[in-house]
């Protein structure tokens, strides 16, 4: 009874938020709702209210919140569901979305063992398919090139049980050109032309493949070169920070070094590194300790499987040492004791500084 | 040093914890992921190193402790004289309560290890002369 009746009260309350949002269709408005929604145990309509909240206002924090967090929730569930589905009466379809969601939620090692338990049940080619996607999700991150060749193999395999199938080749061809393995990029796209044959955009990427592929490294060049460097061949164009960051990269650093507690600033990028604070043969012995602790503690995540290097922070005993690392450069404070707030906001600037596209001296 | 080891894996998100002597030695190790035990060792061994050589050439002392955050977990190392204390957590997880996790874990294995040491002997024979006394 008491439940029925706290029904219809919620129910009551979502036609006024409803009503209230007609009149007024603000960002807070749509919040209330999506989240009356899902105090009601209704995530999808949750999912939806938030969705097209965050449509109409794109800039609202909260509502892009909200449909970060519905979405996970509902694919949680859907999930769970699945998971009892799959034990009553395991079929294809339903092993094809667990795999898929778990994917998307990110859990890739699970993914991995969904797909290898769907093979051993007869799942062929498909679930081959989803195995090379689970381990090319892995390789985008860790970048170790055990991943690239296992998800190869697992293509080979499903290319061989499906040959008219585009698939296997299309993602061959992407992760070869992703890689900078041009020629076997190319012979990836040829296998996908004799499938479609006169297909536009195929053609025009043969050729441009080709062009490219005339003296490309082989593939396994390619995969060492990248797991080494950590970069694929297209991450060098996406430098994503914007020019003014570089332009104050030398008021930045005369600022981080003139902040109290801060005994060095530095900003590696390439073969070069910019540092305060320091002079002369101890400039360049500081220098070269952050870049060897660098790429060390990167070579070290990467060859755990945690992916790609963001921090480091090493405490020493008068001393702290914190690293934060970009995509194309990386900065470094030397601090006297532990890093506060305000070294960390320092370091954030100089991080993002030194993966602008333009470091201008 | 297991129970030590043990109690470092139970803390949320660690995936695995692991005590090894400087050369990457495995000693004890415990987790869901206690496979990674050999290679996490060899790696941690071959980091403190890097970053001792490094620390020695910017002229400062040593790490004591080393985090590295990464896009799918992070790792704390606790670089102690004769061995390492790794802990590698999975991303997300909180970090708050391990670093107290550690700091107490390294003392207890430092008590530990100084209660199994034997007494460092004394120059000329005094050792020998306090023994007789004490007899």
Known sequence: ?361 | MKQVVEALAGLGGVRVALLALRDGVPVACAGPDAHLADELGALSASLALELERAAAEQSIAPPRRAWIAASRGTAALELRGDWLLVALVDTGAPLEQLSPALEAAASRLSRAGRRQEPPPALPGGAGREAAREIG
């Open chain 1, 1 to 361: 009874m008491k439940h029925i009746l706290r029904r219809v009260l919620a129910a009551g309350r979502v036609r006024e938020l409803e009503r209230a949002l007609a009149a007024s269709p603000t960002a807070d408005a749509y919040a209330e709702l999506a989240q009356e929604h899902a105090r009601r145990g209704d995530l999808p309509a949750a999912l939806e209210v938030a969705r097209e909240g965050a449509g109409a206002h794109r800039a609202d924090e909260r509502l892009c919140r909200l449909v970060e967090r519905s979405t996970a929730l509902v694919r949680e569930e859907r999930l769970r569901e699945l998971a009892r589905q799959l034990q009553a009466a395991p079929r294809d379809a339903l092993r094809a979305e667990h795999c898929a969601l778990l994917l998307e939620s990110g859990r890739v090692d699970r993914a991995l063992e969904a797909a290898a338990e769907w093979e051993r049940h007869g799942g062929g080619a498909e679930a081959r398919l989803r195995e090379a996607e689970a381990r090319l999700r892995r390789y985008a991150e860790g970048r170790r090139r055990d991943d690239a060749r296992r998800a190869l193999a697992a293509l080979d395999a499903a290319a061989a049980e499906l040959p008219l199938d585009p698939r296997p080749w299309r993602a061959r061809a992407e992760l070869c050109a992703k890689v900078g393995a041009w020629a076997e990029a190319r012979a990836a796209v040829g296998r996908l032309l004799e499938l479609a044959p006169g297909d536009a955009a195929l053609e025009a990427r043969h050729r441009t493949l080709g062009a490219l592929a005339v003296g490309s490294k082989g593939l396994d060049a390619a995969l060492r070169e990248v797991e080494l460097g950590g970069r694929f061949s297209d991450e060098v164009v996406e430098a994503v920070a914007d020019e003014s960051d570089s332009a104050a990269l030398p008021q930045l650093l005369a600022r981080a070094g003139a902040e109290p507690g801060v005994r060095a600033a530095c900003v590696l990028r390439g073969a070069t590194a910019l540092l305060q604070g320091e002079k002369g043969a101890s400039a360049e012995r500081a220098a070269r300790g952050l870049r060897d602790s660098l790429s060390a503690s990167r070579a070290f995540a990467r060859k755990l499987g945690l992916g790609a290097l963001r921090e480091v922070r090493l405490d020493h005993d008068d001393c702290t040492t914190a690293l934060e690392c970009g995509e194309l450069g990386s900065a470094a404070l030397r601090i006297d004791g532990a890093p506060g707030a305000e070294h960390k906001a320092l370091l954030r600037e100089l991080a993002r500084a030194a993966c602008a596209k333009q470091v201008r001296p």
